[in-house]
């Protein structure tokens, strides 16, 4: 078993993140519970279960978090502003519509 630095695992930020969000509501408990579960499965990965985390847990993180309010462009579309403009990259235009 590898040692990691605590600075590394994604926990402690994914709360800090939620606790930060001042406009939850009690129904977005289940969404919260969900960010919090996928960054542990992130943070407890073995070396081997890793880029399995990188490819698959980690967007699906993302997708949670902002759903909840967690990104720039989702606070941006909550507050009824414009979401900063997505910059087109090679990576992104190899990635499956709707990701």
Known sequence: MSVRDASEFLLPGVVASLDALDDLEPQDEAMCKIARHLARVVDQASPAKQAY???????????VLAEL??????????????APVEL????????PVGL
Do not use: M, N
């Open 53 to 63: 985390c990188a490819h698959w847990v980690i967007p699906e993180l993302v997708r």
């Open 69 to 82: 309010g967690c990104s720039p462009a989702s606070r941006a579309r909550i507050k009824g502003g414009k």
């Open 88 to 95: 087109d990259s090679p990576l992104k235009r190899l990635r």
